[in-house]
C-alpha cells in the first residue's frame, strides 16, 4: 500500500508539474506576434510534452491534452475549436514520442542516429498538430488578416523549434544526475563560456553595446564559435545548455526590431530567427554527437585493450604452470620418481582446457575483426536443432553442476531447418554459458519449437536479472551486465550472437523482469535465405 501511494504521489507531482510548465510556456509564447492569435513562432509547449510523454511514458497524456485545451480555451476559442487543436498537441506528441522509441532512441544524444531520429521527428511530427490547427482555424472562424497558409508555417515553425531546442535539453539533462567538477578552472572555464555567449548574442541581436569594436560585427556567424567550444568542452549536455542560452536572448531582440532581421516584419523577424536557431540546433547537436561517438570509440579501445590483456593472460598463466606442472612430473617419472599416470593426464588435462579458452577467446577477436571489416559468410546446411542443442548443452553440463545448476531441456526431434549449424551451436553456447554464470544455481530450460516458419529457442535462467536500462546495451561490443560477482568475458558473445541471428535473417532478444531471472530468445527463418551465405550484419 504505501509503495502505491508512492507511485500515486509520484504520478500526481509529475501531472501538475506537466500542465503548469504547459501553461505558462504557452501564455509567454503567445505574448510574441501570434497569427490569428493562436499561432506563434515561439513554443516551448511542443518540447515539453514530446519530453515528457518519452521519459515518463504515454500515461501523462490526458494532462498534455488538459493543459492545451486550457491555453486555447483561455485565449477566446470556441470549446469545440479548443478542443480539436488540444487533440492535435496531444497526438503529435504522442506520435513524436512512439517513433523515438521505435528508432531505439536514447536521450543521451550520444549517436549521430539519436540526433537524426530527433530531427526527423521534430520535422515529422509537428506537421499534425500545424494541420489539425489550421482545420480548427479554417472551421472556427477565424480570419488572420496574413492568410491561412501563413498561419500553417509559423504555427509548424514554432512547433518545431519546441521540439529541437526544449526537448533535447529535457533528454539530455535527464538522464542522470550531473557530475559536478571539483577542479576550479572548469567552473571558470564553463563561466567565461556563458559570459562570452550573452555578449555575442547581445551584439548581434540587440547591437550594444555601442562601442565601433562590436558594432563591426555583423552577421550570426560570430556564434559559432562559442557554440562549437560548448560542443567540444561540455558534451551534449554543455551544447544544449548554450542553445537554449542563445534562443532565450536572440527571440527577444529579434521581436524588438533589432539584430540582423531588422528590417522584415513583426512575423517575419521571428520566424528568421527561429529558423536559424533551428539550423544552428541540427548543426551543433550533430557536432556533439560526433564527438561523443569518437570519445566513446576510444573508450572502447581503451576498456577492449584492459578487457583483452586480462582476459588472454589468465588462461596463458595457466596454462603456463600446467605445463611447467606436466615437465616436472615427466622428468620425476622418467628419473624413477614415481608420478602418477593419472595425475599427469589431469594436468594435460588442464593444459587442453586452458588452450581451448584461448581458441575461444582468439576467435570471438576474429569474429569482431570480420564483422568490422565486412567478411562474415555463413556456411548453410541442413541442420537437425535437437542435435545442436544436445551438442552444446552436453559439453556445458559439467560445467553447470559445478555452478549447482541444471540444464533442463524441450523440443521435438522434428525441427529442422538450413542454417549454419557451428553458429547456431556457437550462440547457443555463448547464452547458456552466461545463464551458468548469471543464474544463480538455479535450473537453466532451453526450449525449442517452430511455428509458421520460425524456429524459436528460449534459453532461461533464474538469476536476478538484467534491468531495462540495460537490456539493449548487453548486446553491443564489449558490454556485460553489471554484477556483485567478478564475471569473466570480453563482452563479445552477445554482440556475436546477435550478428549471427542477423545474418540468417531473424534476431536475438532478451525479457527480463529483474530479479525474476532472464530469458532470452533467438528466432530464424526455418530456411535462411540463401544471401545470407554472403551477408555480412549491417
Known amino acids: 500500500m504505501a509503495g502505491e501511494a508512492r507511485r500515486a504521489a509520484t504520478l500526481g507531482l509529475e501531472a501538475t508539474l506537466l500542465f503548469a510548465?504547459?501553461?505558462?510556456?504557452?501564455?509567454?509564447?503567445?505574448?510574441?506576434?501570434?497569427?490569428?492569435?493562436?499561432?506563434?513562432?515561439?513554443?516551448?509547449?511542443?518540447?515539453?510534452a514530446l519530453g515528457a510523454l518519452t521519459i515518463r511514458g504515454r500515461r501523462l497524456w490526458p494532462v498534455v491534452a488538459a493543459a492545451a485545451f486550457a491555453v486555447n480555451a483561455s485565449i477566446g476559442l470556441p470549446l469545440w475549436s479548443a478542443a480539436l487543436i488540444a487533440c492535435g498537441n496531444t497526438m503529435e506528441a504522442l506520435i513524436g514520442s512512439s517513433v523515438l522509441r521505435l528508432l531505439g532512441f536514447e536521450r543521451e544524444l550520444g549517436r549521430l542516429r539519436d540526433v537524426l531520429a530527433l530531427l526527423l521527428v521534430a520535422l515529422g511530427s509537428t506537421t499534425v498538430s500545424a494541420t489539425v490547427g489550421f482545420v480548427a482555424a479554417l472551421t472556427g472562424g477565424l480570419h488572420p488578416r496574413e492568410g491561412f497558409g501563413e498561419l500553417w508555417a509559423v504555427w509548424w515553425v514554432g512547433d518545431v523549434m519546441g521540439a529541437l531546442l526544449v526537448a533535447p535539453a529535457i533528454f539530455v539533462w535527464s538522464t542522470a544526475r550531473p557530475r559536478l567538477s571539483r577542479h576550479p578552472l572548469r567552473w571558470i572555464e564553463g563561466l567565461v563560456l556563458g559570459v562570452t555567449l550573452v555578449l555575442m548574442t547581445q551584439v548581434i541581436f540587440h547591437r550594444y553595446p555601442t562601442l565601433y569594436a562590436f558594432r563591426i560585427v555583423r552577421g550570426t556567424y560570430a556564434l559559432f564559435p562559442p557554440l562549437i567550444w560548448a560542443a567540444l568542452?561540455?558534451?551534449?549536455?554543455g551544447t544544449t545548455a548554450a542553445l537554449l542560452l542563445v534562443a532565450i536572448l536572440a527571440v527577444p531582440g529579434a521581436a524588438s526590431g533589432t539584430g540582423p532581421f531588422s528590417g522584415a516584419p513583426p512575423e517575419d523577424r521571428l520566424v528568421m530567427v527561429q529558423f536559424y536557431m533551428g539550423v544552428t540546433v541540427a548543426s551543433m547537436l550533430t557536432l556533439g554527437a560526433a564527438l561523443a561517438e569518437r570519445r566513446a570509440a576510444l573508450r572502447a579501445r581503451d576498456e577492449f585493450i584492459s578487457i583483452a590483456s586480462h582476459e588472454l593472460k589468465t588462461p596463458l598463466t595457466a596454462l603456463r604452470l600446467r605445463v611447467a606442472s606436466a615437465i616436472e612430473q615427466a622428468s620425476g617419472w622418467s628419473n624413477g620418481g614415481g608420478a602418477s599416470v593419472e595425475r599427469l593426464a589431469r594436468t594435460l588435462d588442464a593444459c587442453d582446457k586452458a588452450s581451448r579458452r584461448l581458441v575461444v577467446l582468439t576467435d570471438d577477436l576474429l569474429d569482431v575483426s570480420r564483422l568490422a571489416g565486412g567478411r562474415f559468410p555463413l556456411h548453410l546446411e541442413p541442420c537437425a536443432v535437437m542435435d545442436v542443442v544436445e551438442e552444446a548443452v552436453g559439453r556445458l553440463r559439467d560445467q553447470a553442476a559445478a555452478a549447482r545448476s541444471s540444464i533442463l531441456v524441450e523440443g521435438a526431434p522434428s525441427i529442422s531447418g538450413v542454417w549454419d549449424c557451428s553458429r547456431l551451436e556457437q550462440v547457443l553456447t555463448n547464452l547458456l554459458s552466461n545463464a551458468i554464470k548469471y543464474g544463480d544455481g538455479k535450473p537453466i530450460h532451453v526450449r525449442a519449437s517452430a511455428k509458421e516458419g520460425w524456429l524459436t529457442i528460449q534459453v532461461q535462467d533464474g538469476g536476478q536479472g538484467i534491468a531495462l536500462a540495460d537490456q539493449e546495451r548487453i548486446f553491443r561490443p564489449f558490454e556485460r551486465v553489471e554484477d556483485k560477482k567478478r564475471v569473466g568475458g570480453m563482452g563479445l558473445g552477445l554482440y556475436i550472437g546477435r550478428q549471427i541471428a542477423i545474418a540468417h535473417g531473424g534476431r536475438l532478444t532478451v525479457q527480463s523482469a529483474p530479479p525474476n531471472g532472464a530469458s532470452f530468445s533467438l528466432e530464424l527463418p526455418l530456411a535462411a535465405p540463401a544471401s545470407a551465405a554472403a551477408r555480412t550484419p549491417a
Do not use: D, K, M, N
Open 233 to 237: 568542452r561540455f558534451e551534449q549536455r
Open 21 to 48: 510548465l504547459y501553461v505558462l510556456t504557452a501564455r509567454l509564447g503567445l505574448s510574441f506576434f501570434a497569427v490569428g492569435g493562436v499561432a506563434t513562432p515561439v513554443w516551448a509547449p511542443t518540447g515539453i
